[in-house]
Structures are given as C-alpha cells and as structure tokens.
C-alpha cells in the first residue's frame, strides 16, 4: 500500500481522569484497527513501535500508537521509574483508549486489536481480559508476569514474541503461554535480545505480527 495513501492524525485521547497524546494513522478502507501499548518509559515516539506500526498499515490495519502517561506523568516516572510498573493505571489507560476508538467515527466499525512491548504487554493482557471485544493480541518482548493473574480470563487469540537471548524473559513468557491456553502461541526469533535490535530481527517481529492480525482481526464490514 502506498504510505501517502494513511492519513495520520496527532490527536489527544481524552479521558475522565487524563489527555493522552497520540498518533491515529488510518489507511484507505481500513480492515481493523491495532492499539500500541508502549512499555517501560517509552511512547508513541518509539522508533520500534512505529516500524511494526508501518508494516501493519501497509497491510491496511489502521493504528494508534498512545503515550499511556500524561506529560506530568511520564516525568515524574522519569524521576522514580515507578508508573511504568503500576500495570492497573496503564490497562485503564489501554480500556479507556479503546473506548476513545469506538467514539470516532473513522475507526467505531473497525475489530480492534492490542500490541504491546514490554511492560505495555502486560497491560493490553490485563485489558484484554476485560474487554472482550478484542480480537487478538500481540506481545513483543512482553512481561505477561506481571498480569499473571488476568491471563486465564483472556479469550483473544494472543502471540507471544520473544528473543531466544532474551534469557530473563523467555521463560516469563513460556509460562504465560502456558495460563493464556489454547488461543496462545510463543514465537522465539533466534539470537534476538530483548530490543530486536540484531539485524532482521525487528522486521521478523513486524511479519508475525502482521500475519497474526490479518488472520484474527475480522474485516470491516464491506473492506
């Protein structure tokens, strides 16, 4: 798909308890739409996150890459590095967000799908098993750990991308594999760390997250 063809929208997700900035990207007859959960101090810049974004575009899949703290928020997490832990606070931020989605008009038909990195993946797991209404999730690089106690309430088909170096965080994931059930898969990319940043590795990352949307999220409804 042509890039000049995605319209991108800086926009602000307003919620009753805080204003997020965030990045709409909407390609002609979009299919579904994915929200980025960023992780561990990073946001909607996330040079990672924006090319796995590009990829799924490219792919006709609509995305909104979200800062799940506000300005204040993120440098008072600068200071203590705490929020980015406090998993309830950003799967909140994920709900609040979808609902924010299911308000525009651009993006209300469209199947909604959640990604997240790091510790982000955790939250889009812990909102996942709320909303029920999503179809599918990918997790790059995940801590699942730290929403052990949501993951057998998830019901969306769930891949789990992690590096074979990642040693901290390879068995981490195994065994959420293990408690999200049949609807998960865990997919290791061989000599990979935790960042991807070995050459291939990220674009290996953005492939498998394509092929697992384009196969879980259902169409629009005339798309």
């Given at each position: 798909?042509?890039?000049?063809?995605?319209?991108?929208?800086?926009?602000?997700?307003?919620?009753?308890?805080?204003?997020?900035?965030?990045?709409?990207?909407?390609?002609?007859?979009?299919?579904?739409?994915?929200?980025?959960?960023?992780?561990?101090?990073?946001?909607?810049?996330?040079?990672?996150?924006?090319?796995?974004?590009?990829?799924?575009?490219?792919?006709?899949?609509?995305?909104?890459?979200?800062?799940?703290?506000?300005?204040?928020?993120?440098?008072?997490?600068?200071r203590t590095g705490l929020l980015r832990f406090d998993i309830d606070?950003?799967?909140?931020?994920?709900?609040?967000?979808?609902?924010?989605?299911?308000?525009?008009?651009?993006?209300?038909?469209?199947?909604?799908?959640?990604?997240?990195?790091?510790?982000?993946?955790?939250?889009?797991?812990?909102?996942?098993?709320?909303?029920?209404?999503?179809?599918?999730?990918?997790?790059?690089?995940?801590?699942?750990?730290?929403?052990?106690?949501?993951?057998?309430?998830?019901?969306?088909?769930?891949?789990?991308?992690?590096?074979?170096?990642?040693?901290?965080?390879?068995?981490?994931n195994d065994e959420a594999c293990r408690l999200l059930g049949a609807?998960?898969?865990?997919?290791?990319?061989?000599?990979?760390?935790?960042?991807?940043?070995?050459?291939?590795?990220?674009?290996?990352?953005?492939?498998?997250?394509?092929?697992?949307?384009?196969n879980h999220l259902p169409p629009a409804a005339g798309a």
């Amino acid at each position: 798909m042509d890039r000049s063809a995605v319209m991108r929208t800086d926009v602000v997700v307003d919620l009753e308890n805080a204003r997020l900035d965030a990045l709409l990207s909407v390609p002609a007859d979009a299919r579904a739409v994915v929200l980025f959960a960023h992780g561990s101090g990073s946001g909607r810049a996330s040079p990672r996150n924006a090319m796995v974004a590009h990829v799924l575009e490219n792919a006709g899949l609509a995305t909104l890459l979200v800062d799940l703290l506000t300005t204040d928020e993120q440098a008072q997490d600068a200071r203590t590095g705490l929020l980015r832990f406090d998993i309830d606070l950003l799967a909140d931020r994920v709900l609040g967000a979808s609902q924010w989605l299911r308000a525009r008009p651009v993006s209300s038909a469209l199947a909604l799908g959640y990604f997240g990195a790091s510790t982000g993946a955790a939250a889009a797991l812990h909102a996942a098993s709320e909303n029920h209404d999503v179809f599918a999730v990918v997790s790059r690089g995940g801590r699942p750990d730290l929403a052990r106690d949501c993951l057998k309430a998830v019901r969306a088909p769930s891949l789990l991308i992690v590096g074979g170096d990642d040693v901290p965080i390879l068995p981490l994931n195994d065994e959420a594999c293990r408690l999200l059930g049949a609807s998960a898969q865990l997919v290791v990319v061989p000599g990979a760390t935790h960042l991807f940043e070995e050459p291939g590795a990220l674009e290996q990352v953005a492939r498998l997250s394509c092929d697992w949307f384009v196969n879980h999220l259902p169409p629009a409804a005339g798309a």
